[in-house]
């Protein structure tokens, strides 16, 4: 029982890291007769190692029979948004990695995931998020990418 108890609480702090989708909005854009239509999606996901910031992602989610049932692949289109919303900080002064991945989600059943990265750029004091899809064989070059500015009074701490 302690044994279970130190594994999961390495777990949890992994956890508590990682960036949760919050469902912001859908739109339909293909009505399907049988299951769900087709619709674009909005999420945003607040950056787990600095706070104040919160990114919008957009995308495409296939509906029909094979979107209801989780075996269809959506389309690697996606936009991203990310903003300040509170003052920015970098909890407990830890230092971030260069680029590093923020999000990551499985868009079909096996191979394709939509990605969410992090870059610092020390030299202008921005974060820069970037949005791609990748397949395990092939990815796709479609991207989108924003930039938030930090308050010259607040230096991005990097590894």
């Known amino acids: 029982m302690k044994t279970r108890r130190l594994l999961t609480i390495p777990l949890l702090l992994a956890a508590a890291t990682v960036a949760r989708a919050e469902p912001i909005g859908e ?42 049932i989780g075996i269809a692949e959506d389309k690697s289109n996606a ?5 300040q919303v509170g003052p920015i900080s970098f909890p407990q002064g830890r230092p971030l990695a260069k680029q590093e991945e923020m999000f990551s989600e499985r868009i079909s059943l096996v191979f394709k995931r939509l990605r969410v990265v992090r870059m610092v750029d020390p030299k202008r004091n921005a974060l820069v998020y970037l949005t791609y899809s990748e397949r395990l064989i092939e990815g796709s070059p479609q991207n989108s990418v924003t930039v938030v500015p930090v308050d010259t009074g607040t230096r991005i701490p990097v590894k």
């Open 27 to 68: 739109v339909d854009t293909v009505f399907k007769l049988i299951g769900p239509d087709h619709k674009i999606v909005v999420e945003a996901y607040d950056d787990p190692k600095v706070q104040g910031v919160t990114c919008y992602v957009s995308r495409a989610k296939t509906g029909g029979i094979k979107g209801a």
């Open 79 to 83: 936009s991203i948004a990310c903003r």
